[in-house]
Structures are given as structure tokens and as C-alpha cells.
């Protein structure tokens, strides 16, 4: 027997991230290659040739789990029964734009997008906002969203989890599909806080591995600026990986965590950690069939302590910047 199809709204489907991401989609390795799927492609109006453009592509492979594809400019119809959510959509930074800018007017998208959600989508809903500053968008998105559970949203701090695991496995020498209980805490910023406290390498802490130096002085750095060295050397952001990760995210998110393991992922903070409630941040978390939990009861060193106290403070003034979106 066929499964229904599941129906997935991907925002920004005319940008660069959800061209990498809806062929990978449609060919099933979100969901499994026994779930058909529907793609509800949503943009702005100017965005719409383009997106037409890819529709056809997307016709040209003949996904076999690929059944439908609806593109749409309209909230509606765009979040209509929507299972699950990319939110890719936002607006890049403009020439002279200060951050609390960019901060402002991505609000104003989020709010109404939030809203949508809330009204037309299926009431068990998954959403991950990846367009930047994604915490604090998801934070909107999930305020305008009062009919649902906040726990249906998050932001996407999995490609930070991915480059940490990648760099970790270069410099332990160890494969990569090794490197377990990784941690990035958090804002998506370069305040972000990728913690090797807990995380092995084939079973060996690697902390002892690395050391406290490399960790601090090359590992952290690289990791909080790594996206804008490949904006420095492609000329344009990260595509492709980013993708990745969101995949990824809403995989195991749906699918699970393997067991003794989790992933980091940005979800409304319950005061875990002594994080302020109220704010979207990024924790260590496992997940089961749809549900995340944050991993209780790590002990941090004064250090970690501290960075987390940065982020929080970060994502307490991101906040206070949108705090009449929240009004
Ligand atoms: P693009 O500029 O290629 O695409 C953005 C798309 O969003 C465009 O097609 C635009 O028309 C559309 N859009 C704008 N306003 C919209 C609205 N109101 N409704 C629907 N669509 C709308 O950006 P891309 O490279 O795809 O990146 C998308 C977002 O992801 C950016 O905000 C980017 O900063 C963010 N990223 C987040 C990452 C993360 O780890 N959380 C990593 C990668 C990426 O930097």
C-alpha cells in the first residue's frame, strides 16, 4: 500500500539554499524512499519566473515519490496542510544595513509566516527556520503561532554541528561517522559556543585528543567564522551544506537520534542551563519520533558557563530589538 503523501513548504524556493535542497527532498532523503511526497514551493512575486523555472526541472526527474508541486506567493495556499517547513525565505543583508536592521525587517516576514503556519497548516507541523538571524526569526514564527506547541519549532544550528564534526575528525584522524555528542550551544552567530566537552572520537574524549588550546584559540574561531571564509572564497554563501544540515535536522528530528548520541538543534528555552526561558537557543538535543528533548544534566566548566551567558545575553538583545513583532 502507498503512504499519503506528506506535504512539505519550503519558504525562499526561488534562493540559493532551497535549490540545493528540494532535488534531495523530492528524491527522498528527508522522509525515506517510501513516502511520497508534495512540495508547496513558496516565494515573493518577483521571485515567481524563476521558481516556474525550477518546477520544471524538478518535473524533468521524475521523482517517483515527487507528487505534487504547488508554487505560491500566497500565505495560504503556500502553508496550506503544509507537514513540514523550510524556512529558507529571508532578506540578505543590504549595503549599509546595520544587524539590528536585518533583524527588523526579517521580523516582519516571520510574524505573518508564523501566522500562517498557525491557521493553515497541519496541526502536527514541523518547522525549521533556517533564513537568518534564524533564533531569533523562529522566536517570531513560534510567537505568531499561539494554537501551536512552541516545541514544533526550531532553528537550524546543525551546519555548525556538521563543520565541528568535520574539523574534529581531520584533526583526531578518526572518520568522521565517529564523532559523537558534538555540541554547539547558542546563538547562529559567531557568538555560537561549539563545546567539546562531551564529544568522542571512536570512543576517546576528545579533549584529550586536542587539548584545551587548539579548542579554544583555532578550533572555536574556525568554526564561528566559517561561514564567512566560504563566503570569502565561493563569492557567495553556503549553499550546498546548508541544505545538508537542514535535511539533516528535520531528519532525525522526524526519524530520531541514534541512541547515545544527539544533535544540536535551536528550540525555546525551558531554562535549561540557567538559559533565560523565552528566547530560541541552540541546546544539545535527542529526538524521537517528532520530539526533541534537551539533553539534561551536563556539567559545564567556568568557561562554557561564560559562553553561554554571552549567547544568552546576544539572544536577550536580538529580543528586546524585535520586542514589538512580540507585542
Ligand atoms: P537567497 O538570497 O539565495 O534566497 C533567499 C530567498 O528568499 C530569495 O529567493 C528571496 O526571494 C526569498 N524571500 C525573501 N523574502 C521572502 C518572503 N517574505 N517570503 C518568501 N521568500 C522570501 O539566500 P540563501 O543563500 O538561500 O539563504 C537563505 C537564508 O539562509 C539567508 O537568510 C541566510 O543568511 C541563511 N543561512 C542560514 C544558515 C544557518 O545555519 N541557519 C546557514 C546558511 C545561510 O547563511
Redesign the pocket.
Known amino acids: 500500500m502507498t503512504n499519503p503523501p506528506k506535504r512539505i513548504a519550503i ?9 540545493q535542497a528540494m532535488f534531495r527532498i523530492a528524491a527522498g532523503e528527508f522522509l525515506g524512499d517510501q513516502q511520497p511526497v508534495a512540495l508547496n514551493l ?3 512575486p ?2 515567481m519566473p ?2 516556474g523555472g525550477t518546477a520544471m526541472e524538478l518535473e524533468d526527474c521524475a521523482f517517483p515519490l515527487l507528487r505534487d508541486v504547488l508554487l505560491s ?1 500566497d ?1 495560504e495556499k ?1 502553508f496550506g496542510d503544509a507537514d513540514y517547513v523550510f524556512m ?6 543590504g549595503k549599509g544595513m546595520e544587524r539590528s536592521d536585518l533583524i527588523q525587517e ?1 521580523g516582519k ?1 516571520f510574524g ?2 508564523g501566522k500562517a503556519i498557525n491557521d493553515f497548516s497541519s496541526r502536527d507541523v514541523r518547522v525549521l ?6 533564533n531569533t526569526n523562529a522566536l517570531i514564527a513560534l510567537h505568531h503561532a499561539p494554537d501551536l506547541d512552541p516545541r514544533q519549532f526550531s ?6 554541528h556538521e563543520r565541528s564534526r568535520s574539523q574534529l575528525a581531520a584533526r583526531t584522524d578518526q572518520p568522521v561517522a565517529n564523532i559523537a555528542r558534538m555540541t554547539v550551544w547558542g546563538n ?1 552567530s559567531p557568538k555560537m559556543y561549539p563545546d567539546i566537552g562531551y564529544c568522542t572520537a571512536s570512543g576517546t574524549p576528545v579533549r584529550e585528543l586536542v587539548g584545551t588550546d587548539w579548542h579554544r584559540e583555532e578550533f572555536m574561531p574556525g568554526i564561528q567564522q566559517r ?1 564567512a571564509k566560504v563566503i570569502e572564497a565561493r563569492g ?4 550546498a ?2 541544505a545538508n ?2 535535511i539533516l535536522h528535520m531528519r532525525d528530528w522526524v526519524q530520531g537520534t541514534p541512541k547515545n548520541d544527539w544533535v544540536s538543534m535551536s528550540v525555546l528555552s525551558d531554562g535549561s542551563y540557567g538559559v533565560a526561558e523565552g528566547i530560541v537557543f541552540s541546546f544539545p538535543c535527542q529526538c524521537s519520533e517528532s520530539e526533541h528533548a534537551i539533553v539534561p544534566g551536563l556539567e559545564l566548566d567556568a568557561f562554557g558557563r561564560e559562553q553561554l551567558k554571552a549567547n544568552e545575553a546576544e539572544l536577550l538583545s536580538e529580543r528586546e530589538t524585535i520586542a514589538d513583532l512580540l507585542s
Open positions: 519558504t525562499g524556493a526561488a534562493g540559493n539554499i532551497a535549490y513558496i516565494d515573493i518577483p521571485a524563476s521558481l506567493d500565505l503556500g529558507f525565505g529571508a532578506r540578505p543583508r526579517n516576514i505573518p509566516q527556520v533556517i533564513g537568518n538571524p534564524a532553528a537550524m544550528t546543525r551546519l555548525d547562529h561561514g557567495a554563501s553556503s549553499a551544506s546548508a544540515a537542514a
